[in-house]
């Protein structure tokens, strides 16, 4: 257990928010529209030619006055999600920002391109279609329980994720797109570049971003702390992470869902792979530990306080908290 609490007042010493990345493309050949921006007001004409800013990422960043991290700590969403995954739970308790502020780390918590404040492009920039997801899918998906219903939900026994409050959680879901990993990739690396050296946290479809980025600026990034990463690293470049310990997260439920056992079975691939060209990586199945019932959705569960730490405790055994 770390020394210091993840509760109590958060004292800050600044806190504000950008946009990072991005590029601006050029539209022609669309005839103009009229259209009226509010009810009620005189129509206007818009032109829909020109150039436009895309692609860019959302980042808002909350500084403690009492800084222990040695470096800031990059906070990553999984698909369909946004920033908000990290803030107050849908039940209403801290979230992981909170709680790794008053750990003592500068945290920076992202939007990813098209998602949230980040926003998103038009059809004449991305053909695809975006993806929209019913209420029961991530209930079934996310290993909440075993099905969904408006009248009726089965939870999986000792579920630690708020299942009560499903209904708040559904409201962050977001539309996500299916072939923008290279933006998204792109926005992540500036935002690295900006940051300069840094701890990245890591959810699920973020895991992919976190481990090419990792490969891709192993100066940079000082340790990578995977939540059931949907995606793991290359296995043909592991000696770019050689020098950057890896801690990996999975719950419980696992063994019972193909998918996530698949997932799982390339998670345990790669750290074989990782350890055997010398680098370090720890991987923790919560379950084997003692730590029961909790879903893909770690930094909500109702025992997220106790995975906060367990995080906090790996990384300053690792030496990264003064």
């Known amino acids: 257990m770390s020394a210091t609490s993840s509760s109590g007042p958060i004292v800050l010493r600044g806190m504000g928010s950008f946009h990072v990345g991005g590029r601006v493309v050029e539209i022609g050949g669309k005839p103009p529209r009229t259209v009226t921006f509010s009810t009620g007001s005189p129509p206007a004409e818009v032109d829909p030619n020109g150039l436009y800013q895309v692609e860019q990422m959302y980042v808002q960043y909350f500084l403690p006055q009492q800084r222990r991290g040695k470096f800031p700590l990059l906070l990553w969403h999984g698909g369909g999600l946004s920033g908000v995954t990290y ?118 479809q973020g895991g992919g971003f976190g481990f090419r980025i990792a490969e891709q600026c192993p100066g940079k990034v000082k ?37 996530w056992a698949a997932m799982r079975e390339a998670g345990r691939d790669y750290a074989q792979t990782l350890r055997a060209a010398g680098g370090q990586i720890d991987e923790v199945d919560l379950p084997v530990i003692g730590i029961r019932g909790n879903s893909h959705m770690l930094m909500m569960d109702k025992n997220n306080d106790d995975i906060a730490a367990l995080i906090q405790g790996w990384l300053e055994r690792t030496g990264l908290v003064d």
């Open 87 to 204: 803030e107050t739970t849908p039940d209403g308790r801290d979230g992981w920002l909170n709680m790794f502020v008053r750990y003592g780390w500068d945290v920076y918590n992202c939007d990813a391109v098209e998602r949230g404040r980040s926003g998103f492009a038009g059809r004449d920039v991305w053909p695809g279609e975006p993806l929209h997801v019913p209420k029961a899918d991530p209930f079934t998906r996310f290993r909440l329980g075993s099905s969904w219903s408006a009248e009726k939900m089965v939870a999986h026994p000792g579920q630690q994720f708020p299942v009560e409050a499903y209904d708040n959680f559904m409201r962050q879901i977001v539309p996500r797109w299916l072939d923008t990993a290279d933006a998204t990739r792109a926005a992540y690396v500036a935002l690295v570049e900006r940051i300069g050296p840094c701890v990245i946290v890591v959810h699920s």
């Open 223 to 259: 340790a990578l702390v995977a939540i059931e990463p949907a995606v793991v690293g290359d296995p043909a470049k592991v000696a770019a992470l050689d020098t950057v310990p890896v801690l990996m997260l999975y719950g419980d439920y696992i063994a019972e869902t193909p998918r």
